[in-house]
């Protein structure tokens, strides 16, 4: 079997043709094999002492109306989490500069919907263009 040598889709020699059966040999490794593997990818491609920070902001929550049965954000979910709707976009740029000024380099924004609105689309998009305009990386 051989080894995955790039954990980027922009980086060089990145597998894509996986087997189900090296797949499943993966899986069957010793756990100190499978992260001695890991750590070579990894410092192949990244200084071996740093990690990214990355700080999650919970933007919309609760209220999902999928029933995913594992979510305690689904509507139909039995559990105490409140639905909250979705955040204004000054909270959430605060959240953000407060994450970089923490430390963080990717803030990341998690929301319970299957997808937005087309009403929330515009809020969603200055929330995005806010946290790359502070020069941090976003996901969503």
Known sequence: MTMMT????????????????????????????????????????????EVQLCTLCSIKTGGCPEDCGYCSQSASADSDVKAEKLMDVEAVLAAAAAAKAAG????????????????????VVAMVEGVKAMGLETCM
């Open 6 to 49: 790039a954990l980027s889709p922009a980086a060089p020699g990145l597998r894509t043709d996986w087997t189900r059966g090296e797949v499943a040999d993966l899986f069957d490794l010793p756990f100190t094999e499978l992260l001695f593997r890991a750590a070579t990818v990894h410092r192949a491609h990244h200084a071996a002492d």
């Open 104 to 123: 963080s380099q990717r803030f990341c924004m998690g929301a319970a919907w299957r997808s937005p609105k087309d009403r929330d689309m515009d809020r």
